[in-house]
């Protein structure tokens, strides 16, 4: 069973930054940040495999970095020139199984954290 423990949101101004940490019981094969306003589907942010294969929405690349610590099983996303429809609910997710790609799908996930907050205000 895979645990998954999201830290560092917040609130922040537009054009400021912020950094998520997920810490990960167990070692998925992808990890990946997934963010959600109410009313909405749940998004794919970025995901990362563990031979480093990344993925991001097109909202957020060159923006955003996704990158993981081994040793800590941490998984991270740094979030650049945060913007107001930047603002969500972000969860990390966590996929066992290996797979050739990294998918940005919601359902293609088995295992959440609880969400965390971030707000970004203009």
């Known amino acids: 069973q895979v645990q998954l423990v999201e830290s560092g949101g917040g609130s922040v101004q537009a054009g400021g930054s912020l950094r998520l940490s997920c810490v990960a019981s167990?070692?998925?094969?992808?990890l990946g940040w997934f963010r959600q306003v109410p009313g909405q589907e749940r998004e794919g942010v970025a995901a990362m495999d563990n031979v480093g294969q990344t993925e991001y929405s097109d909202s957020v690349k060159g923006r955003f970095v996704i990158s993981k610590d081994d040793p800590a099983n941490t998984l991270y996303l740094q979030m650049n020139t945060l913007k107001p429809e930047d603002t969500a609910m972000y969860y990390c997710?966590?996929?066992?199984?290996?797979?050739?790609?990294?998918?940005?799908?919601?359902?293609?996930?088995?295992?959440w954290g609880q969400g965390i907050q971030v707000t970004v205000s203009s």
């Open positions: 167990g070692y998925p094969y992808i």
């Open positions: 997710a966590a996929h066992v199984r290996y797979r050739p790609d990294v998918p940005l799908r919601a359902v293609d996930y088995d295992h």
